[in-house]
């Protein structure tokens, strides 16, 4: 995961009929992805705001 992934820890995956999910986007706050998320809905689909922190590797 890069740095710019690594600072914006809350994303937005789209679950697919398939089981598949998608990562839509990444944003650094929990409000802002929800109202984005809103906004995605209501052209149809069906999206989950996740919070998607790497987990820390240690040496």
């Avoid at 740095?3 to 986007?25: F, G, H, K, L, S």
């Amino acid at each position: 995961m890069t740095y710019r992934d690594e600072i914006r820890p809350w994303a937005i995956y789209q679950v697919m009929p398939d089981c598949q999910n998608v990562c839509v986007t990444r944003l650094r706050k929990k409000s802002d992805a929800e109202a984005y998320a809103s906004i995605l809905r209501q052209g149809g689909g069906s999206f989950q705001v996740v919070f998607d922190q790497p987990a820390e590797v240690k040496s």
